[in-house]
């Protein structure tokens, strides 16, 4: 049976209309060569080394589209040194995160990691779009803040804008700035998310878009609900939580068990992970937070300065315990571990037999 295909499958050159957002390399490389959209999140890596990473994911797409993804909040500090940062900090935060690596005996990183050696930061920002705009990404991609001058510059450049959007106040926002593509990203979603459903959200950023293409993202793990989405009026799925079960993520096997034991209702908005609304799979770090004595998060990006070492460590280390990662209520497609190529396959026949299940259900 031939790829069931929308039209910004030929404005972007892809097989399938599924777009795939992952801070990996090797699954970005994957999800090419499986015939999708791989979107490549550089919202962890620190300024330096971004270039080399963009570099080295250029030479193995041979050309392939991809997208960058960038996580701009606005009321960010100027300057990203988390040292200074950490010395404001307030003392019953400082005094209940000593309280949780005591009762949990955190070890001490012993690897660098982003969410040690930086915050977020106006100077980050700055170095992260520099080098977007330098590189041969097809598409900009932002979430969280909405920047203007950046939009119009990337598609001064040639490059597709697209924009996560969580209510229809915010796309018309994007819309307002030029933004070319909407991504529905409902409450489901892993990462950052609004107070909106993906199956309530879609229709109603599809209205606003006028036109514009919509994907539609969170809570994605089938093909059956890619095909869904596209009957909701979306030209695609951006899928998040997924490529954490691929062999190409590098998924420590601590947090592969935790997201093979989980299901929907194991994932949870919080903010203990970097100061806004995100949702998580539970562990006993993030339940801590929930508990009476747990003082609220801060804001962003002081919680990530409190407790980035404490994340970091937790994944170097594998700690069975309290490990967890940003995940949507999407991780009940994750049973076993599995390969990109694998996934893909799964997503594109499982279309299929929803296409042809549709053709055989529904009557005109
Ligand atoms: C581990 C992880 C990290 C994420 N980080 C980002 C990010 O840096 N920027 C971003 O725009 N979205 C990020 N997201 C959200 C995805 O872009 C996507 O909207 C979401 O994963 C879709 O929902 P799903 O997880 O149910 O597939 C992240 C998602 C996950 C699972």
Not at 313 to 318: D, L, R, T, V
Request: hydrophobic share 45%; with cysteine; proline share 7%.
């Amino acid at each position: 049976m031939a790829a069931l295909r929308t039209p910004i499958c030929d404005t972007l050159g892809i097989r399938h209309p599924i777009f795939g957002f992952s801070h990996e390399p090797d699954v970005v490389v994957a999800i090419a060569e499986a015939g999708g959209f791989p979107v490549l999140g550089l919202g962890r890596d620190a300024p330096g080394q971004i270039p080399a990473i963009v570099e080295a994911v250029e030479r193995r797409l041979d050309g392939r589209p991809y997208g960058i993804d960038l996580m701009l909040p606005a009321k960010v500090p100027q300057q990203a040194d988390p040292r200074g940062l950490k010395a404001a900090l307030p003392p019953e935060h400082v005094a209940f995160v000593e309280g949780l690596r005591a009762r949990f005996a955190v070890k001490p990183p012993g690897a660098p990691s982003f969410f040690i050696t930086h915050a977020r930061s106006e100077a980050l920002f700055q170095a992260q779009i520099d080098a977007v705009l330098q590189s041969n990404a097809r598409a900009v991609v932002t979430a969280i803040g909405l920047r203007a001058s950046l939009i119009a510059q990337a598609r001064s450049r040639g490059k597709l804008t697209m924009s996560l959007v969580g209510t229809v106040r915010h796309a018309r926002k994007a819309l307002d700035m030029g933004v070319d593509v909407l991504v529905a990203q409902g409450y489901d979603a892993g990462g950052h998310t609004g107070p909106i459903g993906t199956l309530s959200l879609l229709p109603q950023i599809v209205d606003a878009a006028q036109g514009k293409p919509v994907l539609a993202a969170g809570g994605i793990a089938t093909g059956a609900q890619v095909l869904g989405c596209i009957g909701a009026g979306a030209q695609g799925a951006w899928l998040g939580t997924l490529w954490m079960a691929a062999r190409e993520n590098h998924t420590p096997p601590a947090l592969m068990r935790r997201l093979i034991d989980s299901g929907s209702d194991d994932t949870v908005i919080s903010r203990a992970h970097s100061g806004k609304p995100c949702r998580v799979v539970r562990s006993a770090w993030i339940d801590a937070w929930d508990e009476p004595q747990a003082p609220a998060p801060l804001g962003m990006p002081y919680q990530q300065v409190l407790t980035g070492d404490v994340f970091a460590s937790i994944h170097e280390h594998g700690d069975a315990a309290l490990i967890y990662e940003a995940a949507g209520q999407s991780v009940f497609g994750i049973t076993r571990e599995t390969t990109v190529a694998a996934q893909m396959e799964q997503l594109v026949s499982e279309m299929q037999a929803a296409w042809r299940r549709l053709g055989a259900f529904v009557t005109a």
